[in-house]
């Protein structure tokens, strides 16, 4: 296990991503305020907020936990700086930090660190894993509204705005780049867990998860073209389910039980839009379940669709927008199953199960308790 100078390149690629996506957000709000569209204007700043108070919650919750492992009384300016929506770079400040000593400076001389000593490269992972954490929580739960919100308004308009499609464009970048991203750092922090090596997995299980996201993102649209309630009250119910299966699970991420409640909350959320293994077991029953559902709700959407009058949609959008539905959702299918098959790394442990989200084992890193795949 060891923190490369890629890692660090990848990692400072990740801040960028993310400051550039939070300027896009600003942005588009802004824009909407100064042109009067104020319910946009008011749901962009709304995802942005809860995306982002979540994200804090958790980070300080993280800061405290940590800080009593070693010892160390919880310090105010940390809830300062979370409560100004600045956890998120100050971790990463402490993750650059260490992260280019390490990549950088650190040598094999140095490397003759005692056993009570911590290994430094493990300790800047654990800090770019908890950022990667960060960044899923918050593009999921920010980035996948605000990108069905952008697909709606460019729907209903059909007008060419270069507003909109740098917003889609960037929520695209930010949604692909932090589920790879997390997909990485997760098997990288697991020593007893294999790499996710070369490009060829990496972009699979990138198109797998984006074009099964695009086909759902599509087809919530069309369903708020249809009745925004319908599609409202479909969405809650998916969220519903979602927390009732993390409840079923027993999930056991958090310290305290008040952020163990928000966790599921989370986690029923992110299950909304695409799919998590959140328990110890083989995923290929739920998983089958999961998009079997998916499959059956995309076209029952599109089938309704068809027999709606056109008069609620802009007609020059409308078959296109039909085949991109069912061509990425068939995509999005065929690399699940190249992935699953082929090219996951534990694809030769039959009898293993896959990695968990609250397994009883020692907990030396917050990932073993998190999401996994």
Known sequence: MKYTKLNFMMSVLGIII?????????????????????VFGILTVSFMLFGTLVVQCFSYSWFKDDLKESGQESQHCFLLLHCLQGGVFTRYWFALKKGYHVAFKYTSKTDNFVEEQINPHKEVIDRVTDLSMLRLFE?????????????????????????????????????????????????????????????????????????????????????L?????????????????????????????????????????????????????????????PMSCYYIVRVLATLGILIVFWFYPLSVFNSDYFIPVC???????????????????????????????????????????????????
Request: net charge neutral; aromatic share 16%; hydrophobic share 50%.
């Open 18 to 38: 993310y400051v550039t996506d939070l300027i896009v957000d600003i942005w588009v709000s802004v824009r909407f305020f100064y042109e009067g569209q104020y």
């Open 139 to 223: 593009i999921y739960l920010e980035g996948c509204p605000q990108l069905a919100l952008q697909l709606y308004i460019l729907l209903e308009h059909g007008q060419e705005n270069f507003t909109q499609y740098a917003a889609i464009m960037v929520s695209c970048c930010a949604i692909s780049w932090s589920t790879v991203d997390y997909q990485v750092a997760l098997r990288k922090s697991l020593p007893d867990k294999n790499l996710l090596n070369g490009p060829c997995p990496k972009l699979v299980y990138l198109f797998y998860k984006l074009f099964t996201l695009l086909s759902w993102m599509l087809s919530v649209v069309l369903l």
């Open 225 to 285: 073209f249809l009745n925004v309630k319908i599609a409202l009250l479909l969405l809650l119910f998916l969220w519903f389910l979602g927390i009732l299966w993390a409840f079923k699970e027993q999930t056991d991420f958090c310290a305290s039980i008040s952020m163990e409640f928000i966790y599921r909350v989370v986690v029923g959320f992110i299950l909304v839009f695409t799919f998590f293994n959140i328990k110890g077991q083989n995923t290929k029953c």
């Open 323 to 373: 085949i991109t539905i069912a061509l990425t959702l068939l995509l999005g299918i065929i690399f699940l199953i190249v992935y699953y098959g082929t090219l996951h790394p534990n694809r030769s442990e039959e009898t293993k199960l896959d990695e968990v989200d609250g397994k009883p084992v020692q907990r030396d890193c917050r990932m073993k308790y998190f999401l996994m795949e």
